[in-house]
């Protein structure tokens, strides 16, 4: 069993700065996937970031440029940093696990952000 603990969210101003951990415990294979998903209310969740655990990224273009997922694998510890944060940045932020026999899930935090 995996479980994802994820911390860091929380209120921050329009233009401001996030860094969101993550962190994996259990019997984890040493190859997967870890990424970043968010929903906010009456939308879809979607992927805003993932990560290889040999280090490749992939981001959608909403995020592009303004978030950085990075992995801590001797932590087994994966981080968003969100930087440019608007208030369409605002939603629960789940992370994840996917080791090809299971997509494992965090409880998620909440990340708001005001103008």
């Known amino acids: 069993q995996v479980q994802l603990v994820e911390s860091g969210g929380g209120l921050v101003q329009a233009g401001g700065s996030l860094k969101l951990s993550c962190a994996a415990s259990g019997s984890i294979f040493s190859r997967n996937v870890m990424g970043w998903y968010r929903q906010a209310p009456g939308k879809q969740r979607e992927l805003v970031a993932a990560?290889?655990?040999?280090?490749?990224?992939n981001y959608p273009d909403s995020v592009k440029g303004r978030f950085t997922i990075s992995r801590d694998n001797a932590k087994n510890t994966a981080y968003l940093q969100m930087n440019s944060l608007t208030p369409e940045d605002t939603a629960v932020y789940y992370c994840?696990?996917?080791?090809?026999?299971?997509?494992?899930w965090g409880q998620g935090t909440q990340v708001t952000v005001s103008s």
């Open positions: 990560i290889t655990s040999g280090g490749t990224t």
């Open positions: 994840s696990l996917n080791d090809y026999s299971y997509n494992y």
